[in-house]
């Protein structure tokens, strides 16, 4: 299994990236997958998850009404588009894939990397 996150980049705040996750050697419409973000030095954190359906998108707060979660099964590949982006959404983000009858995150991409300067 390999799950691919590319997209990152620098930009101004205020300013928008999409990141992409393609995944690969799994059933990509039989898992949820999910963004997280990781400040080095901080833990992991959860940002935003997306049914394997392609229903039901959630994100936590602090991103809600700036981030959006979407998918498509055919592509195999899910995307978290960032807009307004501020300085704390700097992080590393990477993506990951949970079978939708289990609790654990089984599969991880290698992360990239967002900064976003004032």
């Known amino acids: 299994v390999q799950l691919q996150a590319s997209g990152g980049g620098s930009v101004q705040a205020g300013g928008s990236l999409r990141l992409s996750c393609s995944a690969s050697?799994?059933?990509?419409?039989?898992?949820?997958m999910g963004w997280f973000r990781q400040v080095p030095g901080k833990l992991r954190e959860y940002v935003a998850t997306?049914?394997?359906?392609?229903?039901?998108?959630y994100l936590v707060d602090r991103v809600k009404g700036r981030f959006t979660i979407s998918r498509d099964n055919a592509k195999k590949t899910v995307w978290l588009q960032m807009n307004s982006l501020k300085p704390e959404d700097t992080a590393v983000y990477y993506c990951?894939?949970?079978?939708?009858?289990?609790?654990?995150?089984?599969?991880w991409g290698q992360g990239t990397l967002v900064t976003v300067s004032s």
């Open positions: 990951a894939a949970k079978s939708s009858d289990s609790s654990q995150w089984a599969y």
């Open positions: 050697g799994l059933i990509f419409s039989n898992y949820e």
């Open positions: 997306i049914r394997a359906s392609g229903d039901s998108p």
